[in-house]
């Protein structure tokens, strides 16, 4: 596809919006672009985080519970 007719599937709004940005406007949008994916990027890492925080603790108590039904058999 030739780099004229490669914006043509666009809505005329985001065309003019597009044809009438400065180079620093580029740069500023780029810029953006890479901080929403960095932001996506970290939620996802500490929404992760957060599950295996939860899941240790919830492990760690079925753990617990476990290691003294054990002992409660011995102690019979």
Do not use: C, H, Y
Not at 22 to 50: M, Q
């Amino acid at each position: 596809m030739s780099d004229a007719k490669r914006f043509d599937d666009l809505p005329e709004k985001t065309q003019k919006f597009l044809a009438g940005l400065r180079p620093d406007e580029v740069d500023t949008l780029n810029d953006g672009i890479r901080l929403v994916r960095s932001i996506a990027t970290v939620g996802n890492f500490i929404k992760w985080l957060i599950v295996g925080i939860l899941g240790l603790a919830v492990g760690v108590v079925m753990f617990g519970e476990s290691v003294g039904k054990i002992l409660k058999w011995f102690k019979v």
